[in-house]
């Protein structure tokens, strides 16, 4: 496993969010403790149900409240989850500073940034909280730019066919 590293996998392509849980269980099965948060994905009840079998060594969370997607909700119910999106970047963060894990998956985190719910400056200080050997892993479709900066790895997922 790679110390202390930024990862990001990005792009159109399917399986961004499958190759950071791919990367989260083989830290898990390195003995080593692993967060998830996922972002808007609604609640994924499905996934979550199973993600949760893997506890203690994978834990999985979502401060999203609704059911569907975010893009597929009003203003209004974006306006709330941003809220609890929030929540959930604060939650992040204290785990970084308290040291709680060994990897921390931020899955669609590139969206957030994407759709305007956290600023640069709120991404600077989620990694500047993370200790020297915490590896952290974002997912999302879209980089924006000052993201390459903030990386040490960066890979992109694109469908060739």
Same mark, same amino acid.
């Given at each position: 496993?790679? #110390?202390?590293?930024?990862?990001?996998?990005?792009?159109?392509?399917?399986?961004?969010?499958?190759? +950071?849980? $791919?990367?989260?269980?083989? =830290? +898990?099965? *390195?003995?080593?403790?692993?967060?998830?948060?996922?972002?808007?994905?609604?609640?994924? *009840? =499905?996934? #979550? *149900?199973?993600?949760?079998?893997? %506890?203690?060594?994978?834990?999985?969370?979502?401060?999203?409240k609704s059911e569907e997607r975010y893009e597929e909700l009003s203003e209004q119910e974006k #306006? !709330? @989850?941003?809220?609890?999106?929030?929540?959930g970047l604060n939650f992040a963060r204290k785990v970084l500073l308290n040291d709680e894990c #060994?990897?921390?998956?931020?899955? %669609?985190?590139? $969206?957030?940034?994407?759709?305007?719910?956290? =600023?640069? @400056?709120?991404? !600077? +200080?989620?990694?500047? +909280?993370k200790a020297e050997e915490t590896q952290i892993i974002v997912t999302g479709r879209r980089l924006?730019?000052?993201?390459? %900066?903030? *990386?040490? %790895?960066?890979?992109?997922?694109?469908?060739?066919?």
């Amino acid at each position: 496993m790679d #110390s202390g590293r930024v990862q990001i996998y990005y792009g159109d392509g399917r399986g961004k969010s499958t190759a +950071a849980l $791919g990367y989260a269980l083989q =830290t +898990a099965i *390195a003995g080593k403790n692993v967060f998830v948060i996922h972002f808007l994905k609604g609640k994924m *009840a =499905t996934e #979550s *149900a199973f993600m949760q079998r893997l %506890e203690p060594e994978i834990k999985v969370f979502h401060f999203e409240k609704s059911e569907e997607r975010y893009e597929e909700l009003s203003e209004q119910e974006k #306006s !709330e @989850e941003n809220r609890n999106i929030k929540n959930g970047l604060n939650f992040a963060r204290k785990v970084l500073l308290n040291d709680e894990c #060994s990897l921390l998956v931020l899955d %669609e985190l590139l $969206g957030v940034i994407d759709n305007g719910v956290i =600023t640069k @400056e709120d991404v !600077e +200080a989620l990694l500047q +909280a993370k200790a020297e050997e915490t590896q952290i892993i974002v997912t999302g479709r879209r980089l924006v730019d000052y993201m390459r %900066e903030l *990386a040490d %790895e960066i890979y992109q997922i694109q469908t060739e066919k």
